[in-house]
């Protein structure tokens, strides 16, 4: 194959690669949209695995090391 055969070739390639590119962007654009008006739609107060109590209480009752862990920033636990 000559060279210019090869690089016309290439050159489809590269478009067909772009527009997959293209296709699979907007795929995800639209999936991320639907994700995010889902989770806009769910209650969290219907989900089983969220207690309703208040955490005041529990903190009331909490060991001076469980308050001084919820003092601290994130990176600390680590």
Known sequence: MDIK???KSLSFKVEHL???LE??????RNLE????????AIDIEDLPCVE??????EIKQATPQVIDNLNKEPEEFQ
């Open 33 to 40: 949209k639907e994700f995010i008006k889902e989770l806009a």
């Open 52 to 57: 309703s109590k208040p955490l005041v209480g």
């Open 5 to 7: 055969r090869r690089w």
């Open 23 to 28: 296709d699979h962007d907007e795929k995800i």
């Open 18 to 20: 772009r527009l997959e």
